[in-house]
């Protein structure tokens, strides 16, 4: 899975490199992934933005490979 921020002068994840794999190991361990997303100060009075953090998942299996592009919307609050 492929992690991107749609804006990341509102916010960055903070993993590297942005991707998520899953094999037969991790998955049968039910291991769970963490990351985070850090919101970004822009010093400019802009009132609180949204942006989306997108989930683009890939693999071999069409099953997985169709599943299509998610989103999780955020919000940036403005502290100026």
Known sequence: ITLASTDETEGVINLSPKTIVFNPNTWAANSPVNFSVTGQN????????????T??????D??????????LELTNIDDE
């Open 42 to 53: 822009d010093f400019i009075t802009d009132g609180n933005i949204t942006y989306e953090i």
């Open 55 to 60: 989930f683009n998942p890939s693999s071999a």
């Open 62 to 71: 069409q099953k997985y490979n169709d599943l299509g592009e998610k989103r």
